[in-house]
């Protein structure tokens, strides 16, 4: 069993930064894959990043490469999104998920646990 919490959440201005953390409990998360995910108003919940058990490895999604960083600390028990050159279309409430034996990691369905997601909002 795991329970995700996320923080980091808020308004921030076109071009500006957040730092998303998603801290997790049980004895699992260090063998999970974990996720980033969110969903806009009026819109389909997407994938955003996504990292292995291990850290090796990160995926992103086209829209946010470049911009987002997905990282893990396994000895404390959180993952974290960093949010760079916010835009408007990246609004959305942010989720984090954690998923064990995730092959295809974009896929949402592949993750067991989920947080009550952290409200972004990009404006000036």
């Known amino acids: 069993q795991v329970q995700l919490v996320e923080s980091g959440g808020g308004l921030v201005q076109p071009g500006g930064s957040l730092r998303l953390s998603c801290a997790a409990s049980g004895r699992t998360f260090s063998n999970s894959a974990m996720g980033w995910f969110r969903r806009a108003p009026g819109k389909e919940r997407e994938f955003v990043a996504a990292?292995?058990?291990?850290?090796?490895?990160?995926y992103y999604a086209d829209s946010v490469k470049g911009r987002f960083i997905i990282s893990r600390d396994n000895a404390k028990n959180t993952v974290s999104l960093q949010m760079n050159s916010l835009k408007p279309e990246d609004t959305a409430v942010y989720y984090c998920a954690a998923g064990r034996g995730v092959t295809f990691y974009s896929a949402s369905y592949q993750y067991d646990y989920w947080g009550q997601g952290t409200q972004v909002t990009v404006s000036s």
């Open positions: 990292i292995t058990w291990s850290g090796g490895s990160t």
